[in-house]
């Protein structure tokens, strides 16, 4: 399990990565279907991870859209093109190579046939510019 990280020490690619979740309003759900409630949790959940476990992730590889990918058109309503922490919305237990835990359940980075979608932030800028 990686030690918390104030976002000044984290690496340039987690730094970015947090930097991007936390541009989002907390108040204002990106996805159209996604309850702001929700939204917040997810959000709250995903800097977190990025505090405690974004440099073990970066360094097994793990991607933004891996991580925080949904939809391009359609936000977290296809569940099945988004990553890891654009779920659940619970705190991230620890990371492994193929796989972050979860306190119940376990998102996997390898499914056959997965595609990933975009990270949330691009959805937003997406869908702000229409």
């Known amino acids: 399990m990686s030690s918390s990280l104030a976002p000044a020490e984290l690496s340039p690619a987690v730094a970015s990565w947090r930097d991007q979740i936390e541009r989002l309003s ?3 759900s990106p996805c159209r279907y996604l309850a702001p409630a929700k939204w917040a949790a ?3 959940n995903a800097m977190a991870f990025c505090d405690q476990h974004g ?7 793990w991607t933004a859209p891996q991580l925080f990918g949904v939809h391009a058109d359609h936000g ?3 569940v099945d093109y ?3 922490l ?5 705190p991230a237990r620890s990371v492994e190579a193929h796989r972050i835990l ?11 046939g997965q595609v990933w979608g975009v990270p949330v932030w691009e959805f937003a800028r997406k869908a702000a510019s229409r």
């Open 76 to 78: 977290t309503l296809r």
């Open 86 to 90: 654009m779920v659940g919305g619970t």
């Open 26 to 28: 907390e108040h204002a």
């Open 82 to 84: 988004c990553g890891a």
């Open 42 to 44: 997810i959000r709250t």
């Open 55 to 61: 440099a073990e992730a970066h360094r097994l590889g």
């Open 102 to 112: 979860f306190e119940q359940t376990a998102a996997y980075r390898d499914r056959q």
